[in-house]
């Protein structure tokens, strides 16, 4: 393990006009634009009351899931790369993203994840220093493969976690967090996977799995709100929460990890 990574900076971009014609299986209805961009400027107020500087990308609506950053670079203390998203629909948003990260990562990988791996970086949950990696719909057996070599060689160990199975789970961190230190946040299915033994498991409270999906930023976790019992479980850990209401990205499958890279 190494030291916990306290983040100065993140890099988000807005849901566009054409948000609503993403990818999504949640059945929630559509996403109301002007209140999803409501929602995204207070998660970006949120990052910078932890003290992050935010960059922000202009929306982009030639990608409609766009808005969902995290899934198209992965960042480490020791390095970074640009993934190859499972989504064809999404390749194309890599390219700003690379762009905007150069002046941070000018050693940033573009190579690692080629053909015919896919990985979205919102399948890697990184635990200072140790990285969860999902195998799921859009990240394939030689992506997470490719990636823990790249992740080995800088040092980094690995646990791979197939979810294929799993339902309702898009990415492996809507289902897990990690919370600091030896602690993290998972949802039923994953409580005796034998990548977390080991590690001190909080179980998401029944009907509220999707909000699993919380992001540790500095001392603050941020957290979906109106999900009352994994709010209660995490201030009964010390945690400061703070409530962010993101509906809008729910209803596109997205929850607060993947609005933003951070580093
Ligand atoms: C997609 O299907 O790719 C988007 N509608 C949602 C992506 C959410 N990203 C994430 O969970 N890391």
Not at 45 to 60: F, N, P, T, W, Y
Not at 150 to 167: E, M, N, Q
Not at 241 to 263: A, I, P
Request: overall charge neutral; hydrophobic content about 45%.
């Amino acid at each position: 393990m190494s030291d916990p990574a306290k983040f100065t900076r993140a890099l988000v971009r807005p849901p566009g006009d054409t948000f609503a014609a993403g990818m999504t299986t949640a059945g929630l209805g559509a996403p109301d634009v002007g209140r999803a961009r409501v929602q995204h400027q207070a998660y970006v107020r949120a990052l910078e009351a932890c003290g992050l500087v935010v960059m922000s990308l202009l929306a982009d609506e030639a990608y409609p899931d766009s808005t969902f950053v995290e899934d198209t670079a992965l960042l480490t203390t020791r390095g970074a790369l640009l993934t190859r998203p499972g989504a064809e629909s999404r390749r194309g948003e890599v390219a700003a993203v690379a762009r905007a990260l150069a002046e941070f990562f000018p050693t940033a990988e573009t190579e690692t994840i080629r053909a015919p791996g896919t990985l979205d970086a919102g399948d890697v949950c990184e635990a200072d220093g140790h990285f969860f990696i999902g195998v799921s719909e859009r990240t394939n057996v030689q992506g997470a493969r490719r990636l823990a070599t790249w992740l080995a060689r800088r040092g980094f160990t690995s646990a791979t976690v197939d979810i294929r199975a799993l339902p309702g789970m898009l990415h492996l961190k809507s289902g897990l967090a990690h919370l600091g230190g030896r602690r993290l946040l998972v949802v039923e299915t994953l409580v005796g996977h034998p990548a977390v033994a080991g590690w001190d498991v909080l179980r998401a409270p029944s009907g509220e799995d999707y909000a699993a999906n919380c992001v540790l930023v500095n001392d603050a976790v941020l957290a979906p709100a109106g999900f009352p019992k994994i709010t209660a479980l995490l201030r009964a850990t010390g945690l400061r929460v703070v409530e962010l209401d993101v509906s809008e990205f729910r209803k596109m499958d997205g929850g607060l990890s993947c609005l933003s890279l951070r580093w």
